[in-house]
């Protein structure tokens, strides 16, 4: 079957654009989340969807970050004025109810010249 | 100092050796410990889901968690090229909202033929 997918794989763009990037869960997944990993470094949290609770933004690094989630279906994130530290492959993941395991995307690969 | 903590490496190994990985970590509050494979430009890979402590194992690999001494370790037995990645540990708490995972920075593994 098929997995979380991310759209686009590789994004190259100028300092102070705009930019969007897509994920689509696994089919009947109801969470959602955004993970940022810098090169050499792990996850770090970004925000997390539950079916069509109000998202938990904890992790948003600034309010240049935002995300949103139609139902149980794609989500996109959406970082505006972009700066060269937004540099990173931002993931997704998704997941079945309760404690089940997070399924991740290959992510998009972002760099910010 | 992170939450959880995790050798970088890399640890370079020859093929066959058994091969260890080791998280610690400082919130008493996880119970729910991960550990994830990254190959180079791919997402992180679920490999192993343990619930508070003691052993599990799958197949070459054997988890361990001492939640004594907030130390989590991942074994690979007869250790193949294949393996060769880097191997995220994750974990989460009972208060996280859904199953919100804190990583270490991950561990690269190379396994010389």
């Known amino acids: 079957g098929a997995g979380v997918s991310q759209s686009p794989s590789n994004k190259v763009t100028e300092k102070g654009k705009d930019v969007e990037l897509r994920c689509d869960p696994i089919?009947?997944?109801?969470?959602l989340y955004w993970y940022r990993q810098r090169l050499g470094q792990g996850l770090e949290f970004l925000i997390y969807?539950?079916?069509?609770?109000?998202?938990?933004k904890s992790g948003l690094p600034s309010d240049r970050f935002s995300a949103e989630r139609t139902g149980e279906s794609v989500s996109t994130l959406t970082i505006q004025r972009t700066q060269q530290e937004d540099s990173a492959v931002y993931l997704c993941a998704s997941s079945g109810s309760g404690r089940s395991p997070l399924h991740f995307g290959n992510g998009t690969r972002l760099t910010v010249t | 100092q992170k939450e959880v903590e995790q050798d970088p490496g890399p640890l370079s190994v020859p093929e066959g050796a058994i091969v260890s990985l080791n998280c610690t970590y400082s919130n008493s509050a996880f119970q729910y410990f991960m550990w994830y494979r990254q190959y180079s430009r791919k997402g992180p890979e679920l490999l192993m889901y343990?619930?508070?402590?003691g052993n599990k194992e799958d197949g070459r690999f054997t988890a361990q968690v001492d939640k004594s001494s907030k130390y989590i370790s991942l074994f690979i037995r007869d250790s193949q090229p294949s393996d060769s990645a880097t191997y995220l540990c994750?974990?989460?708490?009972?208060?996280?909202?859904?199953?919100?995972?804190?990583f270490g920075g991950g561990t690269r593994l190379m396994v010389k033929p």
């Open positions: 343990t619930y508070s402590s």
């Open positions: 089919s009947g997944h109801t969470a």
């Open positions: 994750a974990m989460s708490a009972r208060s996280n909202a859904g199953n919100m995972l804190t």
């Open positions: 969807f539950q079916g069509n609770s109000a998202p938990d």
